[in-house]
């Protein structure tokens, strides 16, 4: 019922930043938990943050806890990711996914909805 497209990715250096943009159509976007899940090369899907409705509750992957931070604007239906202090392990394809306020936000299994995802990669 909601559709993501990523946007924002590309090429940065170790210690650089990037930002993220996830944007959302649909009606219900302010209903939705919002999350952001990476796939590294050869890798599994991983959580790296999400960010409660209202954006009043956050949580992030240990790994990225300190350089990363997701906000929410709901009146333009976008989520962002602000990306800092780069590492070359960041390097993954970057997806941002939408749920139901029901489960266990750091599990993909709690997202119906997922965008293509963007590439992010980190050179050293």
């Known amino acids: 019922q909601v559709q993501l497209v990523e946007s924002g990715g590309g090429l940065a250096q170790a210690g650089g930043s990037l930002r993220l943009a996830c944007a959302a159509s649909?009606?219900?976007?302010?209903?939705?938990?919002m999350g952001w899940f990476r796939q590294a090369p050869g890798s599994v899907y991983k959580f790296v943050a999400y960010?409660?409705?209202?954006?009043?509750?956050?949580d992030y992957a240990a790994s990225v806890k300190g350089r990363f931070t997701i906000s929410r604007d709901n009146a333009k239906n976008t989520v962002y990711l602000q990306m800092n202090s780069l590492r070359p392990e960041d390097t993954a394809v970057y997806y941002c996914a939408a749920a139901h306020p029901t489960g266990d936000y750091d599990s993909p299994y709690e997202y119906g909805y997922w965008g293509p995802g963007t590439q992010v990669t980190v050179s050293s």
């Open positions: 960010i409660h409705t209202s954006g009043g509750r956050t």
């Open positions: 649909g009606r219900a976007f302010s209903t939705y938990v």
